[in-house]
């Protein structure tokens, strides 16, 4: 799915946080969404996905069945940090998304043993997540929102807690993911910036309030 946001205004208030926002984030790729602290990376992605409201302007998801207004039942999220369940597999923690969205038992494995086999994880699927490293358990986020097979993969800062080896590491992943989905990841991180396809960046493409 394609996402195109015209004419995009946001805020809090009276505050003005960006005006005048076009944005296309192509479908099937990654794109970096950038720009200086509070430039309203977070927000955008909070109302493409339907939880915060425009002030103007419209965000609409288009695919090979036309356009609609995005929503959140079309986005996983990948949080930062981890939120694994430690004493759990890989494996299982990567099944609980499509669980939660109602996925019967050996569907979801069969998705979690693709999803982290795209991210790079198949070996360490039954290891238990508190024995991953912080880059690996970022790939199980990942690939816990690949398995869903929504449309769309948000990924807030996803190297806000990692250390330049993990950093590189999910870097990797952005690089390899390429074509697998459409994935739009906030950063302020170059090596994440490098590893995506698209660059969309708010100090340039918007009309920011002084
Ligand atoms: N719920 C809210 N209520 C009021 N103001 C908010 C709210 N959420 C964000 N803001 C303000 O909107 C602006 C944009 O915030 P946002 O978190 O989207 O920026 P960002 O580009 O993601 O920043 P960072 O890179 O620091 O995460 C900031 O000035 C922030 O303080």
């Not at 927000?43 to 915060?52: D, P, V, W």
């Not at 609609?68 to 939120?83: C, H, T, Y």
């Not at 109602?102 to 069969?110: E, H, I, V, Y």
């Not at 990942?142 to 190297?159: G, I, N, Q, Y």
Request: no cysteine; proline share 3%.
């Amino acid at each position: 799915m394609r996402v195109e946001v015209r004419g995009a205004s946001l805020g809090f208030g009276k505050r003005i946080v960006f005006e005048g926002l076009d944005a296309d984030f192509p479908d099937g790729k990654v794109t970096a969404l950038v720009g200086p602290s509070g430039s309203g990376k977070s927000s955008l992605l909070a109302a493409m996905a339907g939880y915060i409201n425009l002030k103007a302007g419209t965000i609409t998801g288009v695919d090979e069945r036309g356009s609609v207004p995005l929503d959140a039942s079309m986005v996983a999220w990948v949080p930062q940090g981890s939120n694994a369940l430690g004493g759990r597999t890989a494996l299982e923690n990567v099944m609980i998304g499509s669980l939660a969205d109602g996925a019967r038992w050996s569907q979801a494995k069969r998705d979690a043993l693709h999803a982290l086999d795209q991210v790079g994880l198949s070996d360490l699927a039954h290891k238990v997540a508190r024995s991953l490293s912080g880059g690996e358990l970022q790939r199980v986020n990942f690939a816990r929102a690949l398995a869903t097979h929504k449309p769309l993969v948000f990924a807030d800062e996803p190297s806000a807690s990692l250390d330049a080896t993990n950093t590189r590491r999910v870097a990797e992943l952005l690089f390899e993911l390429r074509s697998r989905a459409t994935i739009i990841v906030a950063t302020h991180d170059p090596l994440l910036v490098e590893a995506a396809e698209h660059e969309i960046n708010l100090r340039q493409d918007v009309l920011h309030a002084a």
